[in-house]
């Protein structure tokens, strides 16, 4: 690389100002030595664009693209005369539909693969949780007793199907759906069909000159964006469960410290599990682990990132390097010999970096190729010639490795992998497995009320350090908090993730951690497991003393440092689900507009949850305790309690900690 060409172009970072991440910032402290571009320099050198950023602008057709006025919202219409609530909900729902078709085409794929599996076309995985088979098809009203194993899977197969294709009529999860939260549904026409419908009817109505009402494109989002939730995603987590096992608590390493410079280093990054499973096959290899050590290697060490690395350090205790913010980092020590991608916030950006340090990048999903990247496709058939052809490059590049290894000496250890089915029986004990601890201490005050903080790392704010603070100031409050995808890894990061951390909690949160032995912060896998968190909210429901909807519980939601469309289409099905759900960074919406109105108010008039923004973790952490207070008193179990504030010391303290 022409390290001094590069060097002058590149901005220098205050590493303190954009991670809270030692080893993201040592990375990044060397990059700039090695003159590499990262997508913080880029993010930095970029300012957003800032009518994108109010949503004020319309490209659907070619008369514009139209620029309104955020200043002045209602002051102009589109050339067709779109007005800005039209715009901004079209806008909107494109992202609510994009990020459905992400999660639903994964969760497809999923399905896909275990109808081969159950018809016997493929050897190489199996049905690993025939319980958890059985509970999920007796939930949707399939016979199971006295039936063969094969029989119910396929019958399960053809139900979760109709999650896709179904012309009319409601998904088979709706069926999972809290009475009353069905009933508003119901009443107001967004129970899902088939999320190819909900889709193509919500891009349907984004096109020029076809639905021109905000609120009727909103009711398209809502059943979309359930279709995601309550189908696609749900459907992905409940068939990985099934395939792959249901995760129960594990100990686990994640961070940067997790590279050895004496082994091969693998990473998979990306979302799909059937990669990444068979990825752990070929690194168990005896073969391929005898060729490392010829190789000089001591071994071959398997390591993920993003959120199929959030499932298998879930289910099997892999060892995860970073979130999303931290995926050219890595390539940055040098370390990394190779690295597989499958789909989904896989940065383009990858490239230069991997070309800069000589690692092996490899795309393998047919979808996701990237221009200038070698593509072994992955075929779930036959998926070793994919993974092991990627632990073969990755030994070459091992005996290659020419250029210095620097691995920030950073691990954090904690405990991962709790499943809606784990809570279950960690709370309830194994001959009476059940929520009811959890709503008596939430009625009983131990509790105050449950959060879930989720979502991405964006480079438009401090990476980690919302998600941090946000986190810890609701378990400080008595908020026990559940989490997944890159925010969970934030979290791990800084090792809250151990029953040690119950100490940072407030004493009612502390004393049922310490009793149960659990951290104050419970980690369920990936973005797609965040249906975990709605079969955990209807649970609550069903168990009782805690209202009748979900929209009743002392819940709420949060995805302070999101980026992603998929993380839109998630805060909308929880919003529809009934949950106060809380963004930072930016939100594309003009404040004063009709529109704006209907997300963060008008829909919970109709018994929805509502949309709420905050840029800073502790107005975050306000807005979510409020609410959750709001709902206590709407039940009548609102104790008198004062709100712990951390003041200035108590912060000293926890950085000394
Ligand atoms: Ni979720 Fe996973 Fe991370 Fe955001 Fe991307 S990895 S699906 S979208 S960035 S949490």
Known sequence: MDNETKKKELIILNKKDVTICAATAQMLEKAERDGVETAFHRAASMKACPIGADSACCKNCSMGPCRLVSKDPYGKVGVCGATIDTIQARNFARMVSSGAAAHTDHGMSMLDLFRDVVNGEIADYSIKDPIKLEAVAKEIGIEVEGREIKDI???????????????NGEIPFAKRVPAKTLETWRKHGVVPRGAMREIMELM?????????DYQNITKQCSRTALADGWGGSMVATEISDILFGTPTPVKADVNMGCLKENEVNIIIHGHEPNLFESMLDSVNDSSLIQAAKDAGAEGINLV???CSGAEMLSRHGIPHAGNFMSTEAVLITGAVDAMGVDVQCIKQGLARVAECYGTKLFTTNPRCHIEGVEHIEFHEHSPRECTDSIVENAIVRFKNRSLPIEIPKIKNAGIHGFSHEYVNYMLGGTFRSSYTPLNDNIINGRIRGVAGVVGCTNPRVRHDWVHVELVKELIKNDILVVQTGCSQISLAKAGLYTPEAAHLAGPGLREVCETVGMPPVLGLGSCVDNSRILIACSEMVRIGGLG?????????????????????????????????????VTFPIIEETKFHQLLFEGLEDIGFG?????????EMARMMIAHIDKKRRALGIDKARERVLMDMADRQKLEAA
């Open 153 to 167: 899977a396929m019958d399960l197969y053809k139900e979760l199907e109709r999650t896709y294709i179904q012309v």
């Open 204 to 212: 349907h109505r984004t096109h020029m000159g076809v639905d021109q």
């Open 304 to 306: 993920g990132m993003c």
């Open 548 to 584: 009748e909807s979900i929209a009743d519980l002392p819940v709420a939601g949060a995805a302070p440092e999101w980026m992603s469309e998929k993380a839109i289409s998630i805060g909308h099905y929880f919003v529809a689900s009934g949950v106060f759900t809380v963004f930072g």
């Open 610 to 618: 509502k949309w709420g923004f905050a840029v800073d973790p502790y």
